[in-house]
Nanobody
Framework: VQLVESGGGLVQPGGSLKLSCTAS????????MSWFRQAPGKERELVAA????????EYGDSVKGRLTISRDNARNTVYLQMNSLKREDTAVYYC???????????????WGQGTQVTVSS
């Protein structure tokens, strides 16, 4: 199983980034796909999740209205569109695949290697 994230980088406050995560080795369309993030010295937290069909999503309180999760089951890819970025969004962003919704850190799941997002002027 591989989850490969891309799209991270350095962006100014107020800017935008779009993360992608492409999966292989799993029946992608059956999985709940999520983005978690972890900032230095902090616990890993849920950013956004989307069910297998894409019909339902969930967001962390701090990102609602600014970040949008979507998926393309034909491409085995989940996306995270990040707008109006703030310095506190700086973290390593991880892609996650599991069968539970809402997703949980304690549930057996697959993880990507993470991609760094830095919001700074």
């Amino acid at each position: 199983v591989q989850l490969v994230e891309s799209g991270g980088g350095l962006v100014q406050p107020g800017g935008s980034l779009k993360l992608s995560c492409t999966a292989s080795g799993i029946a992608f369309s059956r999985y709940v796909m999520s983005w978690f993030r972890q900032a230095p010295g902090k616990e890993r937290e849920l950013v956004a999740a989307i069910i297998d069909t894409g019909a339902m999503t969930e967001y962390g309180d701090s990102v609602k209205g600014r970040l949008t999760i979507s998926r393309d089951n034909a491409r085995n890819t989940v996306y995270l569109q990040m707008n109006s970025l703030k310095r506190e969004d700086t973290a390593v962003y991880y892609c996650n695949a599991q069968l539970r919704f809402p997703p949980s850190l304690s549930t057996m799941s697959h993880w990507g290697q993470g991609t760094q997002v830095t919001v700074s002027s």
